[in-house]
């Protein structure tokens, strides 16, 4: 395929100083036939009223099945974490690089969640967990540990039943927000 350009100023002004399309990151990024998808996403109201995070996550990240040999009758379907807040999106579930700490169970026992407000809001959001918890703590993105979840970061347990733990986690606009939980 030859390669076409367009005249400098154009609204396709992809090239470079010297006429050739760019060279980076290798040689060939500009040669071939691309090919790209793109969805628009009507709604009533505000962008913080509509689910366009959602659709967004649909579109770029189709749900896959993969079907495996289980015996229907003995599966039970189960939701490891929900939240309360459309604006909250789990993004990251992850089996932690090291333990909690040093007392703590293997680090196939510690799970990292990421979280992140994606409508520029603040409050105080409810996520609940199937999973028996041990323990949890806020950590950086490095999973560097911080203090245990306290009453003053709005971040506690709030009820703990034989089934389901949760917590009541306090966040701000567009923030992004990362713990680890220990597994009993």
């Known amino acids: 395929m030859e390669w076409k350009g367009f005249e400098h100023g154009s609204q396709f002004d992809d090239v ?3 006429g050739k399309p760019h060279q980076a990151p290798d040689a060939d990024c500009d ?13 009533k109201g505000s962008f ?17 099945i993969s079907p495996t040999p289980v015996d229907s009758a003995s599966f039970t379907p189960r939701q490891f974490f929900s939240i309360n807040k ?38 105080v959001f409810k996520l609940t967990t199937s999973l028996p918890v041990a323990s949890a703590v806020f950590c950086n993105v490095l999973e560097d540990s911080g203090s245990s979840i306290p009453t003053a970061d709005l971040a506690i347990p709030l009820l703990r039943s034989e089934k389901t ?19 009993e």
């Open 48 to 64: 913080a009223e509509s689910n366009v995070v959602q659709a967004g996550y649909e579109f770029n990240v189709p749900l896959v």
């Open 86 to 123: 459309p604006n909250i999106v789990l993004d990251t579930i992850k089996i932690a690089e090291g333990p909690l700490s040093d007392t703590a169970k293997p680090a196939l026992k510690t799970l990292v969640l990421r979280f992140y407000e994606a409508y520029g809001g603040r409050g």
């Open 165 to 183: 733990t949760t917590f009541a986690i306090g966040y701000a606009p567009f923030k992004i927000i990362s713990i680890k939980i220990e597994l």
């Open 31 to 43: 040669i071939g036939e691309h090919t790209f998808r793109y969805a628009l996403y009507p709604h």
């Open 16 to 18: 470079c100083a010297d």
